[in-house]
């Protein structure tokens, strides 16, 4: 690599993936909270699933905001990207990006294939259990 090459600007996907991989590690964080292990692997996302469980459950009694649900939904959906590219969909051509305008990082592959795990996590945490992640994770890597 070239000196002036240092001085380049990250592409947006890389800035997506570095900012996934840091709420990831905000996951793993607060998951040693809960006396849990969020390692990438697909039993981790059994773990996910019960602290998000406490944490929807939760919601009834705290009353966050919708942009501080965002938030956990972000960290925690962040986990759970980088948990789907690491079993089987960065071999499937996904990655950490946008779509459009917006400005949600999603999953996404060069044909217009997309999911969105912050979504999901968040629909997790708002609608209860009918929004497992498990169910997502496991359609995610075997449907797909």
Do not use: C
């Amino acid at each position: 690599m070239s000196f002036f090459n240092l001085f380049q600007k990250k592409s947006a996907d890389d800035h997506w993936k570095m900012y996934a991989r840091k709420m990831s590690s905000v996951a793993q964080d607060y998951a040693g909270d809960f006396h849990k292990t969020l390692d990438y692997s697909e039993k981790s996302i059994m773990e996910l699933e019960e602290i998000l469980d406490w944490y929807s459950n939760d919601i009834a009694v705290s009353k966050p905001t919708d942009n501080q649900i965002w938030s956990m939904a972000t960290i925690f959906g962040s986990y759970l990207g980088e948990t789907l590219l690491k079993n089987g969909l960065s071999e499937k051509g996904f990655s950490w990006g946008t779509e459009g305008s917006s400005n949600i990082p999603l999953l996404r592959k060069q044909d217009g294939t997309y999911l969105t795990p912050n979504d999901k996590v968040y629909k997790r945490l708002v609608k209860g259990r009918e929004d497992s992640v498990v169910s997502f994770y496991r359609f995610a890597t075997t449907q797909i």
